[in-house]
């Protein structure tokens, strides 16, 4: 199915019009492919930020943030815990949380709790005898 897209206006000084006209043309692009991609993936790159932000928070599950941003979920988890084990910890307990209260199910957050604390416990470093 062929995706109907919509006409947006730009304003740029002279040069930022140089600047993309010059890149659309090193990409081997039309003005409007250039900034339509880049448009995008900068949109992108916004959404993902907030999404992960607001996920921290408690404000909203990845799924919820999925069908408001029309990201997948995916995108926005990694987004959310790049980098930081600890971090990734945090945000899997928190969707484990979402879950336990939205199915009235304490066992299910425990069992993440459980899950968590076995990997932090084969993560730590052998003790020295």
Do not use: Y
Not at 31 to 41: D, M, Q, R, T
């Amino acid at each position: 199915m062929a995706m109907k897209k919509k006409t947006v206006s730009v304003r740029l000084d002279d040069d930022a019009k140089r600047r993309v006209d010059l890149a659309a043309k090193l990409l081997g692009q039309s003005v409007g492919a250039f900034l339509g991609k880049s448009g995008e993936e900068r949109a992108r790159q916004v959404l993902r930020t907030w999404a992960a932000e607001q996920h921290r928070r408690g404000e909203a599950s990845f799924s919820e943030l999925a069908q408001e941003t029309g990201l997948g979920v995916e995108e926005i988890m990694e987004s959310a815990g790049v980098g930081d084990r600890e971090e990734g910890f945090r945000i899997f307990l928190a969707s484990c949380r979402t879950i336990a209260e939205s199915q009235g199910n304490s066992e299910f957050l425990r069992l993440g709790e459980e899950a968590v604390n076995s990997l932090r416990a084969e993560m730590l470093p052998p003790a020295a005898t």
